[in-house]
């Protein structure tokens, strides 16, 4: 069975420029999940995804970030302008609806912001 | 506000011996709880996990301990191996919410 795949493994950028992520679930899970790892700190969830609707985006910063899941398969994560305080890892995940075991996790994205 | 806590950033512990790391929560909301492992350069993979209608889970080397009167979990380590060198984290989450609060991890260090 295929992981969750995203692209790219790296990122750096100027702050104030734009950027985006690309997560592929595994096939048939309905629950996506974006997640911002700062160092040091744990996963903090940014948006939740049911299919195509999003569940929860409650700490997702709305005014830069934006997420989509076309299709209720991939899915693609935003960040305009970006600011030296989005560095982290963003981590996408996916499971069947409330799988008991969480998120499957891709190995995340590492953005700099310089 | 934090509401998962790991208040031990890391852990060093002989091969052989038992590791525990240990885990606190806030929310009285919060029935379901998950260990992560993570390597470097790698996402978290599902370690154990526990209802909170028990008060203790076990697969292999690894059991879970829930206290919650102390809002407080443990993951217990027996025997500790070198390939168990990483980063945990614990999770919570209200199990109908699906939705999951991480700690800030512990890292463990397994000497040979």
């Known amino acids: 069975e295929a992981g969750v795949a995203q692209s790219p493994r790296y990122k750096i950028i100027e702050k104030r420029q734009s950027v985006a992520f690309w997560c592929n679930p595994i096939s048939g899970h309905a629950t996506l999940y974006w997640y911002q790892q700062i160092l040091g700190q744990g996963p903090k969830l940014l948006i939740q995804?049911?299919?195509?609707?999003?569940?929860?985006d409650s700490q997702l910063p709305k005014d830069r970030f934006s997420a989509e899941r076309l299709k209720g398969v991939d899915s693609t994560l935003k960040i305009q302008p970006a600011k030296l305080e989005d560095s982290a890892v963003y981590l996408c995940?996916?499971?069947?609806?409330?799988?008991?075991?969480?998120?499957?996790f891709g190995q995340g994205t590492r953005l700099t912001v310089v | 506000d934090q509401q998962v806590k790991q208040n031990s950033p890391s852990l060093s512990v002989q091969e052989g011996r038992i590791s525990i790391l240990n885990c606190d929560y806030t929310?009285?909301?919060?029935?379901?709880f998950l260990w992560y492992k993570k390597y470097p350069a790698e996402g978290p993979t599902f370690l154990i996990s526990?209802?909170?209608?028990?008060d203790k889970n076990e697969d292999g080397r690894f059991t879970v301990f829930l206290n919650k009167s102390a809002k407080h979990l443990s993951l217990h380590i027996v025997p500790s191996q070198p390939g168990d060198s990483a980063v945990y984290f614990c999770?919570?989450?209200?199990?109908?919410?699906?939705?999951?609060?991480f700690g800030s991890g512990t890292k463990l260090n397994v000497k040979p």
């Open positions: 526990i209802s909170s209608i028990k």
């Open positions: 995804f049911q299919n195509n609707g999003v569940v929860d």
């Open positions: 999770a919570a989450s209200a199990y109908n919410f699906n939705k999951f609060y």
């Open positions: 995940a996916s499971s069947f609806p409330g799988q008991g075991a969480g998120g499957f």
């Open positions: 929310n009285s909301m919060f029935d379901y």
